[in-house]
């Protein structure tokens, strides 16, 4: 075959250009080198021997892309959408969480010896956001009990607290975001035992995203979403009552409690029906968002009003 | 050459356009099903964003036309006014519609209950009186003086906009601050002016002698 010489390429042509793609292979390479360590002990990894816990609602599950892209996470932003961009900046990789307080035995463990102290299963949970929201999500963790019991409480523990990850340079200022940091949260003993309170590491059978707590956060689904607090880096057993970041915020608007509850009102806006992500109907919120049967006993003779 | 564009028929058309640009990129997000995953939050807070918006660029024609020296804006006050209700009755249908499914028990109670709603609803009610008697009919029914006075309900309006949006937000108050300071400026412009000019006459009541001698 003949071929013009009009149509070969020159040799200098060819070398620049075979030195272009190795330049750009090579910084490729570079970048994957970079990238790579952190995907494999980051967010979003899959996440194997997840086994199918019973506790998983009927309802039909929010689609993946609005789970991990419509997120209350204030320290990174405080429009839905800007946690999804913003919290790539979280370091989840070393990871510690430390438990104190009012125990025998005060541990702390990396995100590795957590995923190790039981199973992991996972559950699908209604979520409901104290703003009128909500989404049905398969979670992945295990009873937050279980490692609340590597500890040993001491009889004095009657409470739990919990406080997320703070860092001043990667994330908004109090005043910008109008709660104070860290971000604090607190459950009665008996609720933090209770085998519905999960422990979760992970959503859709991979490790969290980030924008939705990585690598650690409770999920608590009785209660309003701002309880289940995200990227926990300190478990703290107390006799008194713990502070909590909304309820400090605003005394009158968030209670300790926060359980859902359709008959008490948000003073701003009602309780009574919540809109499902997906759906165009709104539809009636249920008390203790539907796990009544499980969780009611633990507030036996409260005024569900007042410990709201 | 400023002049010509600012008299020009054109121009109100491009300005017109404009102003719907806001609920056309809506639409169109809508068709293509793009509004993200919360559709109908979005829908409220951008009509309810673009109500405010539009009262403050109403807000802000007079300080303009008068400390830039373009009286020929008035031409684009009506327009913009008009577009605020516009885009606050598409705020006030999303709320009937997506979020109360025209229950109105529901809304009759919110309305009572809640000063959020209360104050917004207050607000969006006031500026019904200023989009009917709009037309220059109406200028002449009422007269100049009592139209003039009739339309400084919409410093209420704003106002009302204004701590409806900042009783809403849970706790990240910067936006609605931004738009209370814009807010307040513009009206404390109007005040600015009002009590110079009221200074000006008691003082030509003062000393009469002085304005007889400048108007002899």
């Known amino acids: ?162 406080q997320s990850s703070y860092d001043k340079k990667t994330m908004l200022g109090s005043f910008q975001a109008g709660i104070e940091f860290p971000y604090v949260e607190g459950l009665r003993l008996d609720e933090a035992m209770h085998p519905l309170a999960l422990l979760c590491v992970g959503l859709y059978g991979e490790s969290l995203p980030n924008q939705n707590g990585a690598p650690l956060r409770l999920v608590v689904p009785w209660k309003y979403g701002f309880k289940s607090i995200k990227s926990v880096v300190k478990i703290r057993f107390m006799e008194k009552q713990p502070p909590t970041t909304w309820n400090l915020s605003a005394p009158s608007e968030y209670g300790f409690y926060s359980n859902v509850n359709p008959e008490v009102d948000h003073p701003r806006w009602s309780q009574a029906k919540e809109r499902r992500l997906g759906e165009f109907l709104k539809r009636p919120t249920l008390k203790f968002n539907g796990y009544g049967d499980q969780v009611a006993t633990l507030y036996n003779g409260m005024d569900l009003r007042r410990y709201n | ?144 003086r009592r139209w003039q006075l009739l339309h400084r309900l919409i410093y209420f309006s704003g106002l009302a906009g204004v701590i409806h949006y900042y009783w809403l937000v849970k706790s990240d108050i910067r936006l609605p601050a931004a738009y209370g300071a814009l807010l307040l400026s513009l009206l404390g412009y109007r005040l600015f002016v009002f009590a110079a000019k009221k200074r000006a006459a008691v003082q030509a009541i003062a000393r009469p002698d002085r304005q007889a001698r400048v108007s002899a």
Not at chain 1, 20 to 27: A, D, E, H, P, Y
Not at chain 1, 62 to 82: A, L
Not at chain 2, 22 to 49: C, F, K, M, S, Y
Not at chain 2, 111 to 133: D, E, N, S
């Open chain 1, 1 to 162: 075959m003949q071929i013009p010489y009009s149509q070969v390429t020159p040799q200098r042509d060819y070398l620049e250009l075979s030195r272009r793609r190795f330049i750009f292979r090579s910084m490729a390479a570079a970048a994957g080198a970079l990238v790579l360590p952190q995907l494999l002990t980051g967010s979003g990894v899959k996440l194997n021997g997840v086994v199918k816990s019973s506790y998983r609602v009927d309802d039909k599950m929010t689609p993946y892309d609005v789970v991990t892209g419509y997120n209350n996470f204030y320290e990174f932003g405080t429009s839905k959408d800007q946690p999804a961009k913003l919290a790539q900046k979280l370091q989840t990789s070393p990871w510690t969480v430390s438990i104190e307080g009012e125990v025998v035995k005060p541990r702390t463990l990396d995100l590795d010896q957590v995923m190790k102290l039981a199973p992991l299963e996972e559950r699908v949970y209604r979520h409901r956001c104290v703003e009128g929201w909500s989404i049905v999500v398969p979670w992945i963790g295990f009873s937050l009990s279980t490692i609340l019991k590597q500890v040993e409480p001491t009889s004095k523990a009657k409470y739990v607290a919990f």
């Open chain 2, 1 to 144: 050459m400023a002049t010509r564009i600012l008299t020009s028929r054109w121009t109100k058309v491009a300005v017109f356009l404009a102003c719907l640009q806001p609920v056309v990129a809506l639409g169109w997000r809508a068709w293509r099903q793009d509004l993200g995953a919360n559709p109908l939050e979005l829908i409220t807070h951008a009509t309810g964003d673009w109500t405010l918006r539009f009262l403050l660029l109403t807000l802000a024609v007079t300080p303009l036309r008068e400390l830039a020296g373009v009286p020929q804006l008035i031409r684009f006050r009506r327009m913009l006014g008009l577009f605020a209700f516009f885009y606050g009755s598409l705020h006030l249908l999303t709320y009937v519609w997506f979020d109360k499914f025209f229950d109105v028990h529901e809304m009759l109670s919110d309305i009572a209950k809640r000063p959020f709603i209360t104050v917004g609803f207050g607000g969006l009610l006031l500026m019904l009186p200023l989009a009917v008697t709009s037309t220059a009919g109406w200028i002449r029914r009422l007269g100049g």
